[in-house]
Each structure stands twice: as C-alpha cells, then as structure tokens.
C-alpha cells in the first residue's frame, strides 16, 4: 500500500519569483501538485522546475502536448531547467487575460530521487483552459546528475513572477 503524505504547500499572499523546497525528507519518491498563474501580460509565461539550484545544460526531456485541435511533440537536450515548454502559446496563463481566477495545472512526480547511482527522472503532466479552449501536456524528463536532490525550485520564465493565489504543495511517496 502506498503512503503519501504532504510535506509543505506554499499558498502565495504576493507576488513571488520563486518558490523553493528544502526539507524533502526520507521519501521514495516525490510529487508537486501546482495550481499557478505566471505575471507577464502576454500569451506565455513559462512555468520551470530546478533541482539542487542546478542552471547548468543538465536537462534533457521530451514532451507532447495537445490545443484545441492541433496536437505537438517536441524533445530537448543540454537545457538548464525541467519543463520550460519553449512553444506557443506556452504553458501558464497570462496575468490579465482570459480570467483572474483561471490557473494551470500540473502534477509532477520526481522519481528515485535520493539514489546516487542513476540520473533523476521527472514526469509531468498539465493542463489549463486558455477561454476558448484547453491545453493538455505531458513530459518525461531526466536531470544528468547523480546526486541526491536536496531542493527543488519552481519559477516563471524567464525571469517573471509567479502570482498572487498560486499554490504549490509538496507530498512524499512511500510504497509501505
């Protein structure tokens, strides 16, 4: 039977550049659950995840994703972060379009992550409603570093604010 229990939710009262986790604890495996809106007034603002404050070419992943009626696939090597999704529209709501109380989405599991004899592999998977129509996205990705993951950092790209009323919980995974 799995165990699952939370470690720590950021609720954001402001503002934010970033939201950092620290205290991971002595679990299998971890999950972020988001619910976020990005500050910049434009059609994207890219939501990334980095471990152990890691901004070295050390991420590789592929994804796919789905719009209303278009559907993509992309891949990535040497990047300096997780889940940057480089398209457009990109992947978090803008600060003032389609509505205040709309946020993106995701869960995102990060496996194995204290073995210090393999990469760590992170999957996600996300979705938001741009008014007109949602978006669905998947990735599976891998940090090319065997060292234990000690903090995990989630940001908006490239250097805007996460806003006000976005939420990032953390939870560690047991198998017994």
Known sequence: MAVIEAIETVYLEDDVASVSFSSLG???????HISIRGRRDSTV???????????????????????GSSDYTFAYTN???FFFWNTTPG????????????????????LDYRNTNKNTQVMGSWGLNRGTFGEVFHE??????TAA???????????YD???????????????
Not at 60 to 67: P, R
């Open 149 to 159: 993951v000690t903090s995990i950092q989630v940001n908006m790209a490239p250097t």
């Open 79 to 81: 990047a300096s972060l």
């Open 140 to 145: 599976s990705s891998v940090w090319n570093n």
């Open 91 to 110: 992947f978090s709501v803008p600060a003032t379009s389609i509505g205040a109380g709309i946020y993106a989405v995701g869960s995102f599991d990060i």
């Open 45 to 67: 603002n890219r939501t990334m995840i980095t471990l152990n404050s890691d901004t070295a070419s050390n991420y590789t992943g592929h994804a796919m994703y789905g719009t």
């Open 26 to 32: 002595s679990y299998e495996h971890l999950q972020l």
């Open 162 to 176: 996460t806003a006000r009323g976005s939420m990032i919980s953390l939870y560690g995974l047991n198998s017994s």
